[in-house]
Each structure stands twice: as C-alpha cells, then as structure tokens.
C-alpha cells in the first residue's frame, strides 16, 4: 500500500512561480539518491529541462541544505527548490553567511510546510502536503486489505499537494 504526494505536482509548481519571476538558474537541493521522494522530485526537475548539475543530493537536514546551496550558489544560480523545510532553512543560512539576502539575492522554496514555516524570517515559499489525508489515506487502505484478505500492497493513492507562496521567493537579481 502506497500512498504518497505528487512530487512531480510539486517541483513543477515550484518551477512555474520561479519561472514567473524571471528566474531560469533554478537548482534543486534534495535527500539521497535512494529515497523515492529523491528519485520522484529529481525525475520532474530533469523533465523540466534542468540538467544534473543543478541537482544536489544532500541529507534531508539544515546542514544538507547549507551544503547543497554552497554548491548550487558556487555554480550560480539564483533560485533554489529543497527536498524539505529544514533543508530550505539550511539554505538560507548559508545565503547569509556570504552576505545575501533571501529573497533580494536568493529565491528559496521549502517542501512540506513544517507548523512555523510561516514565522521564520522571511516566511518560507513552500510545498504544503496535507498530512492528515495521508494518514486517513494509509488507514483506509490497510482496513481494505485486512477486510477482503489481500496481502497485495500495489495499491497506490497519490495525494495532490500546494504550493504555499509566502516571503522567500522574488524576482533575481539584476546583473
């Protein structure tokens, strides 16, 4: 039984509002390669058009974040997409300790929308998944099996997500 949030919906509404701004060095800052979460978000980003390069495969904490953005800043680009909120604040961090400013110099889109998102400074642009439905969701389908006798787990419920804009995201800056 499977029951996950459209990755893809999500990295390509996170693209899309980039692209409105102006930006196209866009990067993506995400967990290890063997998550699914990982592959899903990293399939979408290439099918953007994005190349390998502007993926960074970090861990999904504050450090990852940092470590991937030193990366991604080094390589130039203006706008980076995290794997998750903690991530995104890892990112910022790092934006700082070179002296640039979230969003004037730096856009930053988080994925989760973590309870105090919306009270960090700047109020974090993120991916909202509604946890309780996926919890309703992967109750509901371990109550089917259990009642019809099925052991096949192939079932999948995926579960559409929202991009939240708040204070990270703005236009790039102009050379």
Known sequence: VFVNCSDAEAVTASVT?????????????????????????????????????SIERTIFTAEGGRVAAGKLLDAGHTAIICGSDLMALGVIREAH?????????????????????????????????????????????????????LRDGSRSIIIPTELVLRGSTAPPPTA
């Open 17 to 53: 509002h980039l692209r409105s701004l102006g930006h196209e060095r866009i990067g993506l800052a995400v967990g290890p390669a063997r998550f699914l979460p990982t592959q899903r978000k990293s399939s979408a980003f290439l099918g953007l058009g994005f190349s390998q390069d």
């Open 97 to 149: 300790s070179r002296g640039m400013r979230v969003p004037g110099d730096l856009s930053v889109i988080g994925f989760d929308d973590s309870p105090l998102m919306a009270f960090t400074d700047p109020p974090l642009t993120t991916v909202r998944q509604d946890f309780r439905r996926h919890g309703r969701e992967r109750v509901g389908l371990v109550l089917e099996q259990v009642a019809s006798g």
